[in-house]
């Protein structure tokens, strides 16, 4: 479990995206930003999560969303994945995690009586002013975009 709250600021992070070109939460000033985390490009569940926020692209930027991938895959597999399934949207690489551990979704999992550690399927909703709106904990990977909609509709 992440040990940020809502109404936290949200960890500056920095990174690269797939495009090759360096990001950072500075980018996102003044904007409202999802920020998601997922284990890997090109696996059923990430690439479900993945399609439904690109379904819901459209109806995410009228609200003045800009959304975010991370995961620890590099910039060529992002790109590729980028590619494969036609998303509007950046991917970071974070392969150090340094950006995963920022925000609690790195750490130790559970699966088939192993324990690892791995990535936490968290997303993240930050406000213009870089505070932690919403965290989801339980994504559903195949309505993810109405999943943000609906958390955000809450309030």
């Known amino acids: 479990m992440t040990h940020l709250k ?9 990174g690269t995206l ?8 500075a ?9 998601y985390f ?5 696996t059923p569940g990430c690439t479900a999560e993945a399609c ?3 379904d819901g692209y ?5 609200k003045g969303y800009e959304i975010l991938g991370v995961s620890p895959d590099g910039v060529a597999k992002h790109q590729k994945f980028i590619n494969k399934y036609e998303l509007p949207f950046d991917l970071l690489a974070d392969e150090d995690k340094s950006v995963l551990q920022a925000f609690g979704a ?4 559970k699966f088939m ?8 399927r968290f997303t993240f909703v930050i406000d213009e002013a870089g505070n932690i709106a919403k965290i989801i904990t339980k994504v559903k990977t195949t309505d993810h975009a109405a999943q943000v909609l609906d958390a955000m509709a809450e309030g």
């Open 58 to 62: 459209a109806e995410l930027r009228e």
């Open 113 to 120: 009586g192993r324990s690892y550690d791995g990535v936490h």
């Open 52 to 54: 439904s926020l690109r």
């Open 106 to 109: 790195w750490g130790p999992k």
């Open 6 to 14: 809502e109404g936290d600021a949200a960890p500056n992070f920095s």
């Open 27 to 35: 980018d996102y000033a003044g904007k409202k930003l999802v920020i």
């Open 18 to 25: 797939s495009n090759g070109k360096p990001v950072s939460l």
């Open 38 to 42: 997922y284990p890997k490009d090109d």
